[in-house]
């Protein structure tokens, strides 16, 4: 996936970079070499040298640690916008307060790309370094499918709560950061451990029609989230400190990347995958307790670290474009879960967050995605009307629900449109015609396709198309989009109609 806000490095390095890198090095006494003088430990030292690293050794890090820390930054973005800066225009809540969203995602969010716009949100981004979060979730009836994803600052989604992980139960769930060490106070369900100091918690609550508004609300408002202390009606622990957040800024982090990573890592403490990369990062003076500027580096060493973060995206790029496996010009792959599941594969994970940050394990969600016909042909509103048909009885096989979701091609958000209609899903299709053999066609152009098809009409950009299918809690017997790619059911091609 493209993301323009988080897209980095796309446009070529200017032709006064690439010759001082070809030049040699440069004396200035920058955060590199500073690194390679005082090593922050002995496998740092190994990975460096006695010297500072060659320019060859400084790209080939700041390629690999473009790819391992791009979903840390692109997380660190969305926390910026969301908790942090009041005046960003997308500003939620502080941490540690539930902020619920009463209508859907539209075309002016703009901080997520590829939101989802089935359910309306609610979002706690916890601060877990003081204390435990205790999340309680009210009784939820047995139609209404909800979900919690638990997903920390490496975009590891390491659990959930809701329907299919724990029933529409009312329930209390302890949620800790990666330095805790206490015991499972009574009345706590289930105890969740993040690999960061910082979390979000991500609650999807279905919702069937637009009357049906109120009744999410009255689920939303169940949502509670407080500090163990609170909870235990006990005195609360010594406050954390205060951080100084770096400024994001979409612009700078096309070159200051490494800035939002170091700013990211000192509240992540490394699994044993992670310390290579961290070793590696450390001999270049990225990493916790370091203060790397891109701005004081050597004219040299500015070449190599953008050479080799560009290299990067471009190895993201291509892995994104792999995901999975092409069926009927749908990708449909599993490409999100929790530290166990990448086993330290950071260009999956950063394929993974590109492609749609804060997306589901495959159990909980599929998300057949595509921009091309079944031979490849590229979806273009401007050019084409197109048609997607499923036959009778072959909808997508899920135990809550399914959707079609419509996106601009080129910033993957939503698009606005005449019927203010982002998707179409199964919720919809009563009102919906069907074809005389029982099949239903989706209509998928920039116009109205007439009023008497107008209710089958998921409109489309001027430009470039980019679907995501949603299929929630999808089921495992057959038929089944499970497992990704070699399911039994397979989503219909997208038709070309003129």
Same mark, same amino acid.
Not at 94 to 113: G, L, M
Not at 196 to 211: G, I, K, W
Not at 353 to 376: C, F, H, Q, S, W
Not at 475 to 497: D, F, H, N, R, Y
């Given at each position: ?385 197109? !048609? &997607?048909?499923?036959? @009778? *009885?072959?909808?997508?096989? =899920? ?8 996106? +601009? /091609? ?30 239903? !066609? &989706?209509?998928?152009? @920039? *116009?109205?396709?007439?009023? =008497? ?8 950009? +001027? /430009? ?35």
């Amino acid at each position: 996936m493209k993301i323009p806000k988080y897209r980095l490095l796309a446009g070529a390095l200017g032709v006064a970079l690439t010759a001082a890198l070809l030049a040699g090095c440069g004396k200035k006494d920058d955060a590199i070499t500073q690194a390679a003088k005082a090593p922050a430990s002995a496998a740092s030292a190994a990975a460096s040298g006695p010297a500072a690293p060659s320019l060859n050794e400084i790209r080939a890090i700041a390629e690999e640690g473009f790819v391992y820390g791009l979903p840390i930054v692109m997380n660190y973005g969305v926390m910026y916008e969301y908790i942090i800066d009041k005046n960003s225009g997308q500003f939620k809540a502080p941490f540690n307060q539930i902020w619920n969203d009463h209508q859907v995602f539209t075309y002016k969010d703009t901080a997520i790309p590829t939101p989802n716009s089935d359910t309306p949100y609610s979002l706690l981004w916890m601060d877990l370094r003081a204390e435990p979060i205790v999340i309680s979730v009210p009784a939820v009836e047995k139609k209404r499918y909800y979900a919690v994803m638990l997903v920390d600052g490496n975009t590891f989604n390491y659990g959930y709560i809701g329907s299919r992980a724990t029933g529409n139960d009312a329930g209390d769930y302890l949620v800790v950061g990666p330095r805790w060490k206490g015991e499972t106070p009574a009345g706590i369900k289930k105890v969740f451990q993040a690999s960061t100091d910082y979390s979000l918690a991500v609650f999807r609550t279905q919702l069937f029609n637009a009357p049906d508004m109120p009744n999410v609300i009255k689920v939303q408002d169940g949502y509670k989230a407080q500090p163990l202390s609170a909870y235990l009606k006990q005195p609360a622990p010594p406050a954390a400190p205060e951080v100084t957040w770096a400024r994001f800024d979409k612009d700078l982090v096309k070159t200051e990347f490494f800035e939002f990573l170091d700013m990211a890592l000192q509240f992540a403490p490394p699994g044993p995958e992670e310390e290579a990369i961290r070793a590696k990062l450390a001999s270049i003076g990225i990493g916790p307790g370091k203060k790397f500027a891109f701005k004081d580096l050597s004219l040299e060493h500015k070449a190599a670290i953008l050479i080799g973060m560009k290299e990067g995206d471009k190895k993201v790029t291509e892995r994104v474009a792999t995901l999975g496996k092409s069926i009927n010009g749908w990708n449909v792959s599993s490409a999100f879960g929790d530290r166990a599941f990448y086993k330290g594969d950071w260009l999956l994970r950063a394929a993974a967050a590109r492609a749609g940050i804060y997306g589901n394990d495959a159990v909980e969600a599929m998300y057949p995605m595509t921009k091309v016909l079944a031979d490849g042909t590229a979806l273009d509103g401007s050019k084409h009307k197109y !048609t &997607l048909t499923f036959p @009778k *009885d072959q909808f997508p096989p =899920v135990n809550a629900f399914w959707s079609v979701t419509m996106y +601009d /091609g080129k910033t993957q958000l939503l698009i606005q449109n005449p019927i203010n209609r982002y998707l179409i899903n199964s919720p919809m299709l009563q009102g919906m015609k069907k074809n005389a053999d029982g099949s239903l !066609t &989706l209509y998928i152009q @920039k *116009d109205s396709p007439g009023k =008497v098809k107008e209710a089958n009409w998921l409109p489309a950009p +001027d /430009g470039p198309i980019y679907m995501v299918m949603r299929l929630y809690w999808p089921k495992t017997e057959a038929p089944s989009i499970l497992p990704a790619g070699e399911g039994s059911w397979q989503p219909p091609a997208v038709v070309q109609a003129n």
